[in-house]
């Protein structure tokens, strides 16, 4: 998946186990000129990585954190309303 971004000038890491994304995740969060973070869904789905990124969008402006389907499509399909009612604290 990382492959496509580079082409494109986009730098990033790819992750090939929980425990690597858990640190990618770590250090990029410590970086002040990283404005969008994109994680897979398959590592999304972890808890500690989950909590991670729910206190990130709580507690921060920057960087925007985004999930996308991995390699082998999307792991569930969450409306685009429930999502920005979790990240928000709002029902639409």
């Not at 969008?57 to 399909?77: D, F, H, M």
Request: glycine share 8%; charged share 25%.
């Amino acid at each position: 998946m990382i492959t496509g971004f580079r082409l494109v000038g986009v730098e990033g890491v790819e992750a090939t186990s929980v425990d690597e994304a858990k640190q990618a995740l770590s250090k990029v969060l410590t970086r002040t000129d990283v404005g969008i973070i994109i994680i897979s869904q398959s590592f999304f789905t972890n808890p500690s990585i989950r909590e991670e990124v729910d206190k990130v969008r709580q507690e921060r402006v920057t960087p925007l954190v985004v999930e996308i389907p991995g390699s082998r499509g999307p792991a569930n399909e969450m409306p685009l309303s429930a999502i920005i009612s979790k990240i928000l604290g709002i029902k639409i």
